[in-house]
């Protein structure tokens, strides 16, 4: 079983910068696929970004956001740049074991409980 937990949210004016971490515990984190997830009130769950064992990548905020990954601490990470008005949601970072990554959160077995991000403007 791999548990999860993000932290890093918060306030932030739009245009600032914000990095999240989500600290996972598992002996057999380095061979997941971890991704980040964002919900808005009211609004449906939407992938962010994701690492497979030997790739990143940031998909619906290309170039703004970037994941990345250390498997020695078991940790993922999301930074957040030029933050806009519409990014404010719970952020929250999912684990699951295939060897393909998936944009779909059906597919992450694991979970971690969010965490909030409010940007202001």
């Known amino acids: 079983q791999v548990q999860l937990v993000e932290s890093g949210g918060g306030l932030v004016q739009a245009g600032g910068s914000l990095r999240l971490s989500c600290a996972a515990s598992?002996?057999?984190?380095?061979?997941?696929?971890m991704a980040w997830f964002r919900q808005a009130p009211g609004q449906e769950r939407g992938f962010v970004a994701a690492c497979s064992w030997t790739t990143c990548y940031a998909v619906s905020v290309k170039g703004r956001f970037t994941i990345s990954k250390d498997n020695a601490e078991n940790t993922v990470y999301l930074e957040m740049n030029r933050l806009k008005t519409e990014d404010p949601a719970v952020y929250a970072c999912?684990?699951?074991?295939?060897?393909?990554?998936?944009?779909?959160?059906?597919?992450?077995?694991?979970w971690g409980q969010g965490t909030q991000v409010t940007v202001s403007s």
């Open positions: 999912a684990a699951e074991s295939s060897t393909v990554l998936s944009l779909k959160g059906d597919a992450y077995l694991y």
């Open positions: 598992g002996r057999t984190f380095s061979r997941y696929n």
